[in-house]
């Protein structure tokens, strides 16, 4: 039996809405009993995708967050459900009975991650099924996956050593959406956007010129990372945590270091960073 | 009972799911492993092989809620205080509703009215006009059924003008040739020549995620995604932080609108002083570059033209330009500068001809067209077979009209034109007069050409045949159009199309057409023809696709081409127009047999099997684009219509040298006067930019490049889904606005916050926008895309009325982009924003 589950890399995301379009396409007004029921035209996709904006100009970073159902292991939707109209199949996949959940409105607050959708006209809640209608006819991914132009939706069997997703989940860089909920989901993410500090730096002695290949530190309680500026006197840390005091440290033996220290309450463009001869 | 069939649109192949007569799903086309014959290029050590399917763009996922939208026209319809035999009311369009006719009467009508101003004036004072793309097909594409119909009755053309990339036609032509290609350069082979060479790309004005190659689709996506994960240094020169820019996590300069021939030249000075540019390239294979060295130094103006002037115009450090220039020059660059090559916004500004010829320039510079040294959009170029031959819609293969696989062939004998840009000052105010074709592909002289309407011995128009789509949301100061419209000198207006679009309810008649969906045809994805030869590299592997009639046409709508020969039958030339009773089916297999494909497989085969993939085979050679230039060798690119291949020129460019030219002797030997396209490029401060005296009433700079989320004005408003992508449209008391894009020191001076419904004008009009606060803009650039396809009039008919569906080009000057070069300049645009109180 199949465990199927799927990874989401944000960095690979585009933006381009495809999933969730392709989403729309493959339920509005298309009833699949047993699995689902139609969705709505309009305001419902069950694959939702977030835009995320960081920093500030020029130094911005943009990403997009596709959310479908995250197919949890440990699901409060299935642990609401009384009579079964929320139910998790052998193959993971969590599917709301849309016959038995007729008027279970409290099935839609009971998702932290708010994947499941109210359907006014019929009275019933709904959410990503996996396309589990398609896989039953042997299709191999989702629609969503299907329309994905860069591979930033991976689908399979995580329980087949030789696919690529349950390769996927082993490497590193994988992580849940929201861990502190402790949901065991079956969709698991890769670099989720987190703080990032940037900087350029200039050289006072070379009329302000962008400096190049600057040695510069980031410094916190647990280590250290190193890079250096390029050719725009550019440099970046990304992935950081948030709400955390680092020491930025930078460096060059014909300059003054200078230690800056930086505390990631949100992300941070330090803007110019002038380095004046040592000494 | 389900059943699938095949189709293509405008950004991909699709297969189609009908049950019980109705469409139930739309999905890439499902096609099989065993169709391709997968490619592989090796780079840097690794194998890079594309994803064996179709990527469409995202608006061909909403395809079937464009198919069943509310705004599809259903029944003919008449405008109700229009009487053919009585009072016309012109002055009402645009504000009358319509009552529903017959068939009968409609074409009736259509008819009458065809017949008597083709009697009182001749079949001159018939015009017509078409939007681009609302559907695909080569058979029922509107220079199909459209322009052998309206050559018949001997009609007056509207030239087009090259609205995407103006300044490539009107001033890259004359540096580097590529007429044929209406001033964008041949693109084969690049991507594998990035891959393997280029360490750094520059994007400028190029946000190719968004505007796919034109057509196809997001094949390329994955090529940039691989040239990001194999470390290429990506930099991106644009006034907003485009979506290319945001999947590339790339290096974003944000400039002014309207300053890149400064930030150019500046790059050039660079070079100049450091001495790092590929001299004996320049000495070779250009022409007038002395004279360009002493203008970059200030030579000849007593300005040198160093980072630090163009910081002042730009708003970019002179260090960063500096240290810019300098990398370009010790890194394999590859110069992004539109996605097809050429294009961007930055060539539809004022003098966007000098930042179009600039970026040749530059990159002559360095050594153009070798390893890592193209001009490349990173859309195009693809391995890709061109041995089969498969005319696109462009072709002349493909035109009803004229197409060899035509019995009759129709030439309309009327020399008159108009200019579209120009069609509403036409009727309203004639006569007009400007230089060129719109599309140039002939010859570099051929935008020397001189055209007045009304043309001598002709009459005006006085009937307009509108086809498809609306330029209410895409020409430049639309508000004119309202104008002309309701003007008594267009005694008949007549619209055909599938939906209600902008100008829809501006006719007298309007007829309802099908989709591509609901009708028989055949395609190639990507493959317009014409002057974009083998656009189909575009996409990882060519693929040509029956367009099988899905299901019947709905409501009462007819197909463009039953339409027209159902006019044609009245008019008494229906023979002649279905050239001896054609049905589409017919054309499309004599238009599939003068093609290459019945080598590969039979007309019957492949309408069984209903789509065939060309993969490039065993013994594919790429051949990169100006390589063959480069080295001082004879084309060996596949360039169909370069007319110096096989000739004893065939090492040369299409310029008058055949070099080139820093100076251009086209314009020199032309125009050698004019001042604002100079046959040396210059940097001529913008009628409207960051300088002028406007400003102080109007402080923002607007640009409006082409939408992510819907093509030209197809899509948005009939695709219903699409409003639900708040990149597209946002939301908000149950109407769907059109984002603006505001920076927050800009927003937090008008006390403007996110989501609040704001204002922006000018003396030109008012358009309604939702705020959206977002660094993506520098404070004083106001971003919102162009091709909004709601017009909607708070005041409907009043041509000065605010609009709150979101066409910002309202808002944007029809000032040419200069005295000799009829291009649109909507990137070159003051405003103010309020928030909107009423």
Redesign the interface.
Known sequence: MARYGMVIDI????????C???C???F???NYPPFSAPQP???K?WMRLT?K?R?????????YIPLPCLQCADAPCVNKAVNGEVYRRPDGIVLIDPEKAVGKREIVSSCPHRVITWNEEKNIPQKCTFCVHLLEQGWKEP?CV??C???ALLFGDLDDPESEISRAVKSPGIEELNPEYGLKPNVLYRNLPKRFIAGEV?LADQ????A?GIKVTLKDKAGKQVCET?????FEFDGLAPNQTYQIVIEHKRYARQSIEVKTDSNVNLGEIMLNPAG | MEKVFTNCTNEGPITVTVKDGKV?????LVMKESDFKPWTIEAGGKKYTP?L?A?????I??E??RLYSPDRIKYPLKRIDFDPNGKRNQENRGISGYERISWDEALDITVGEIKRIRKAYGGAAITGLTSSHHNWGIVGYKMGPFLRFMGMLEYTPVFDNPDSWEGWHWGATHAWGFYWRLGMPEQYDLLEDTLKHAEMIVFWSNDP?STRAIYS???S??WR?WLKEKGV?MIFLDPY?N??A??M?G????LRPDSGAALAMAIAFTWITDDTYDKKYVKDRTLGFEEFRKHILGEDDGQPKTPEWAAGESGIPA??I???A??WAAKKTVLSAGTRGGEGGACRTAFGTEWARLMVLLQAMQGLGKPGRSIWGTAMGAPSDTKYYFPGYADLDTRMAITRAARLKINNPTKQRLYRLTLPDAVLNPPISWKGEGFCGQSLDQQFIPYTYPMEGYPEVKLFYRYGGSFMGTMSDTNKWVRMYQSPKLEFVVNQDCWWSSETNFADIILPACTHIERDDLGEWAAAGGYSSHGSNGCNFRIIVRQEKCIEPLWESKSDYEILSLLAERLGMREEYTDGGRTEMDWARAYYEISDLPKLMSWEEFNKKKYIVISPGDDYKPTPALRWFAEGRKCDTPDPLNPKRKTDKEDELGTYSGKIEFVSQSLKQNLPDDDERPPLPHYIISWEGHRSELRKKYPLQIISPHP??SFHTHYDKHA???N????HRI?KDNYAWWPVRI?PADAAERGIYNNDIVKLYNDRGTVLCIAVI??????GVIHSYGSSANYDPLEPGNAVSVDRGGCVNILTSSRMMSQNAPGMTPNSCLIEIEKWEG
């Open positions: 960095d690979r995301c585009n933006g381009c809405y495809n969730f379009l392709a729309k396409d493959e509005s007004g298309n035209n309009k305001g996709s835009e904006e920093g500030t100009c020029p130094k911005v970073k943009v990403d629609r299907e329309a132009p860069t591979g200039l009329q302000e010129a962008c190049d390029d050719f725009l006197g550019d | 139930t799903r739309i999905q890439p994803p399917k990527n469409l763009a995202p608006f996922h909403a079937r809620t995620d689709g997001q094949d996506v994955i995604q240094k932080y979506y290319t945001a999947h996590d290096t974003w300069m944000p260090r960063k500096r240290s810019l300098r990398e992510r989320f219903e889904w699409l639900e992508i708040p990149g939301i920076n977002t660094e993506r803009v520098p404070a």
